[in-house]
């Protein structure tokens, strides 16, 4: 399991990709799709046809570093809608992407709302 400190930028492309990337091709889209920093610190996930495997890329002080996970029976609910970020990604707060990785459906999740800081740009 994954523990992310709320402070962390979690960006979703939305588009399913070809796992078989390694960092070098990953980095890539990064820099395609999102139009941001693959070295920034922040988290890149990205999703197979099936959404049953997720990547997520993110840089750590000397080098990139790569995450994976298959399911064995289900599929990850990723959220729809319009790209916030870049062509086809959105970004995530860490608690909903830790739900999204425990299974739960964030369209049917009800979220009291909240004071948010505006992002930066």
Request: charged residues 25%; proline residues 7%.
């Amino acid at each position: 399991m994954l523990s992310l400190p709320p402070s962390v930028r979690i960006f979703v492309c939305l588009a399913p990709t070809d796992l078989r990337c390694g960092f070098d091709r990953l980095a890539h889209l990064v820099r395609q799709q999102f139009s941001g920093d693959p070295l920034a610190g922040h988290f890149f996930v990205f999703r197979n046809r099936r959404s049953d495997r997720l990547k997520l890329l993110y840089w750590d002080h000397g080098g990139f570093c790569l995450w994976y996970k298959r399911l064995e029976r289900g599929s990850f609910v990723f959220p729809t809608g319009p790209a916030t970020v870049g062509a086809q990604g959105i970004e995530m707060r860490s608690a909903d992407f830790a739900m999204l990785l425990d299974g739960v459906d964030l369209q049917s999740v009800r979220r009291r709302p909240r004071y948010q800081r505006p992002m930066p740009a």
